[in-house]
């Protein structure tokens, strides 16, 4: 999974390997609500539960909290976010309750924000490439390398898109309609149920006219729609890699456009849009929820692996078993593990209707997702960019970086490959360089790089797992095509993680490898999330909710960039002694 070269010895700065990690010791035997998972979702969770007066314990089963926001000093003296690796979609609600930069949570914010080089030999002068931020007149001029009329409709896409998300942005913060109380509740219920479809409505009349036009962004393949507004290759694959980033689907998908927005209605203290790196990696993100969920008097317990829930003969949950033997008894249990996890591994399949356990197992979590950490002794030199003498970072180096980018059909060959059971032979390939904003990520001069590549199928063709050569192998083709952009990256690795889907799944708890907890597929959204019918974070066990990104609205934890708040109300809430649970969630 990892690969040292000769010259990690030099930047050794501690004996072993160091790692975020929080509480340990033994848990009581009895709490109020018991967290399955410590990731950001069920941190979240903790901490404002705790602040509701209601006791808690998380459980974690790594030795590090943070579920995939997490960082880990992988290679002596270099951190990295080894899953999740920006900050957008943290909700404001959220930063400003639980305190976050109080906390130490600080960001570096992103601008320009993409950088995609092109491979192309024009004599004379160096290849081209595409940089976009927040200035859109520099935007406009960096897209009129290819196309002058792209140039003039960009602003207008700009707006058209931020209304949509203006539009749906408030949906995230709802729960799903209940459409089962909608149908079959008493009077009362039904009136309740009602309430739910408020944001439906507002953002129905926010649409406005326009709303079959942006029915069909949220339903069509992202090929066509960028189709319609632009000509220019490089323009579209570049916004296209968004709408498939993390999921098994390529730009000739259907619905494809949706996962797009997840990444354009970004917020980062008060600024629309932005992305940011968070100092020390994502894992501070998850220490700063952390620390306000112990100020409130939540205690979380690292190295403390769930076996099963406990359900009792009338179908409640009272609590959980640790993989030891220990009952830690409770009055509701919140799991952040996946939905394939929670129902058919921890819960008594006896407790749960066939029905369901069938169409939990058809809850698609296909992941396409490779990610890989790198160490390097100096910043990429990429061809159409060149670096500077003095080898500081420039502005194209903090961006997100889209490399075999020049054109749509790339990404759908590479989509192909996989399909068939074979890693992409010109992959996607997401590269950051955190440490060209956060110097304390690695030793001076040099950097980490994480690189979040697909298209990797999760089993191989003819059934064959992942084993470690064909892991280097696919690993060194990313890099091969990495030297194709920046000639020398390969001579200036210092060492290597690579996480395919398996590794993934195995380290992360991430079903599939899949950075959603389940595909963010039409079918797989809103009231539909996990299944029909238990859409509102309720299950059929009593007094069992999901917390995590297998619930509304499945945010990337991704390997994400967020943070989400979820409110479970009155139809689907548990209440003990006068104590209604509100359940915050984050997901990257």
């Known amino acids: 999974m990892s690969a040292l070269g000769p010259k990690w010895l030099k930047f050794i700065r501690c004996p072993g390997v160091r790692a975020y990690s929080k509480t340990s010791g033994t848990p009581k035997l009895k709490y109020d609500a018991v967290i399955i998972g410590g990731g950001h979702n069920g941190l979240v969770a903790a901490a404002y539960l705790q602040k509701s007066g209601v006791s808690c314990v998380v459980l974690e089963r790594r030795h590090v909290i943070g579920g995939a926001a997490v960082t880990e000093e992988i290679i002596p003296g270099f951190k990295f976010s080894r899953?999740?690796?920006?900050?957008?979609?943290?909700?404001?609600?959220?930063?400003?309750?639980?305190?976050?930069?109080?906390?130490?949570?600080?960001?570096?914010?992103?601008?320009?924000?993409?950088?995609?080089?092109?491979?192309?030999?024009?004599?004379?002068?160096?290849?081209?490439?595409?940089?976009?931020?927040?200035?859109?007149?520099?935007n406009q001029r960096q897209i009129a390398q290819f196309s002058e009329k792209d140039a003039k409709a960009y602003p207008k896409y700009e707006d058209f898109m931020n209304r949509l998300v203006a539009a749906i942005d408030p949906l995230l913060d709802a729960p799903p309609v209940d459409t089962a109380a909608l149908a079959q509740g008493s009077l009362t219920t039904r009136l309740k149920s009602i309430k739910t479809l408020r944001p439906l409505v507002k953002a129905g009349i926010t649409l406005g006219s326009q709303l079959p036009k942006y029915y069909e962004v949220l339903t069509a393949p992202i090929s066509k729609i960028l189709g319609e507004w632009f000509e220019s290759e490089p323009l579209k694959c570049t916004l296209a890699t968004d709408a498939v980033i993390g999921a098994m689907s390529c730009p000739s998908t259907p619905g494809s456009g949706y996962v797009l927005l997840h990444h354009v209605m970004g917020e980062l203290e008060g600024k629309k849009g932005s992305w940011g790196y968070v100092e020390g990696g994502m894992g501070m993100?998850?220490?700063?929820?952390?620390?306000?969920?112990?100020?409130?008097?939540?205690?979380?317990?690292?190295?403390?692996?769930?076996?099963?829930?406990?359900?009792?003969?009338?179908?409640?949950?009272?609590?959980?078993?640790?993989?030891?033997?220990?009952?830690?008894?409770?009055?509701?249990v919140l799991s952040n593990a996946t939905p394939h996890l929670t129902f058919l591994n921890m819960t008594p399949k006896e407790r749960l209707p066939e029905d369901f356990i069938t169409k939990i197992s058809q809850f698609d979590a296909k992941s396409p997702v490779t990610k890989i950490?790198?160490?390097?002794?100096?910043?990429?030199?990429?061809?159409?960019?060149?670096?500077?003498?003095?080898?500081?970072?420039?502005?194209?180096?903090?961006?997100?970086?889209?490399?075999?980018?020049?054109?749509m059909q790339l990404l759908n060959k590479a989509y192909e490959d996989a399909s068939k059971g074979r890693p992409s032979e010109r992959p996607m390939i997401e590269l950051c360089i955190p440490s060209s904003l956060d110097p304390t990520l690695a030793p001076p001069g040099c950097h980490v790089i994480s690189i979040f590549s697909q298209y990797t199928p999760y089993t191989l063709s003819e059934g064959r797992q992942w084993k470690v050569d064909e892991r280097n192998k696919y690993a060194d083709s990313v890099f091969d095509w990495i030297e194709k952009y920046a000639p020398g990256f390969k001579a200036s690795v210092i060492g290597r993680d690579v996480l395919t889907p398996p590794d993934l799944e195995r380290i992360f708890g991430l079903s599939g490898g899949n950075i959603f907890h389940g595909s963010m597929s039409l079918?797989?959204?809103?009231?539909?999330?996990?299944?029909?019918?238990?859409?509102?974070?309720?299950?059929?066990?009593?007094?069992?909710?999901?917390?995590?990104?297998?619930?509304?609205?499945?945010?990337?934890?991704?390997?994400?960039?967020?943070?989400?708040?979820?409110?479970?109300?009155?139809?689907?809430?548990?209440?003990w002694h006068g104590i209604n649970i509100h359940l915050l969630s984050s997901h990257r």
């Open 83 to 138: 899953a999740s690796y920006l900050l957008s979609l943290l909700r404001p609600q959220i930063y400003k309750d639980l305190e976050l930069k109080r906390h130490g949570l600080k960001i570096y914010f992103r601008d320009p924000h993409s950088f995609t080089p092109l491979l192309e030999n024009v004599s004379g002068r160096p290849p081209r490439s595409l940089l976009l931020g927040a200035d859109m007149a520099e």
């Open 285 to 332: 993100v998850s220490n700063a929820i952390a620390k306000a969920a112990e100020e409130s008097g939540a205690e979380i317990y690292t190295e403390k692996a769930v076996e099963q829930i406990l359900v009792d003969e009338k179908g409640k949950a009272t609590g959980v078993v640790l993989q030891d033997g220990t009952e830690i008894h409770s009055r509701v």
């Open 373 to 407: 950490n790198v160490a390097v002794d100096r910043l990429p030199n990429f061809l159409s960019i060149p670096n500077t003498s003095d080898g500081k970072p420039l502005p194209h180096h903090r961006c997100s970086i889209h490399l075999n980018s020049e054109e």
């Open 523 to 575: 079918d797989q959204l809103y009231f539909a999330r996990p299944i029909p019918g238990f859409a509102n974070y309720r299950t059929p066990i009593h007094g069992l909710y999901m917390c995590g990104s297998g619930a509304h609205p499945a945010r990337k934890h991704p390997i994400s960039k967020a943070s989400q708040k979820i409110s479970i109300q009155q139809n689907g809430s548990y209440t």
